[in-house]
């Protein structure tokens, strides 16, 4: 079974039902693949302090994904070429994604892969439901699932 880790900052639980409901509804449909686990990191105000929480949280081995707005923008195919290539040689894919001030140029370089989402804002509780969604759409694209189209 492969393992991915979101690694996030906020320092709240998600509030909003919905976006919980979402995040719950995908990882039950990855569930039979995957092991996903959510860890959350207090957000501080501070990057490096908030930085360094984030690296403790990081598998070593695991391939790392920083969500970052100067990361590469990708269709969802190549993410699921991503994923699934890199997938096969690591034990584990930890995604990144930083507080609303961003992520500390250690966790960037730390990183094996910078990923940007859009050139948009968008929350994070939102971002969580969206690579969310991402995930489960490459796993559709990867198994022939009609998903994706």
Known sequence: MRKINIIYAGGIKTQEK???DAIDEYIKRLSRDFKINNIEIKENVNL????KKILEKINP???KIA???EGKK???EDFA???YSRGELCSSVDFIIGSSHGLSDEVKKSADYLLSMSDMTFTHRLARVMLME?????YAIETGKRYHK
């Open 18 to 20: 919905y976006y919980q």
């Open 48 to 51: 490096k302090t908030e930085g």
């Open 61 to 63: 081995s695991a391939f």
């Open 67 to 69: 969500l970052c707005i």
């Open 74 to 76: 990708l269709t969802s």
């Open 81 to 83: 070429s991503l994923l």
């Open 134 to 138: 991402q995930i489960y759409r490459a």
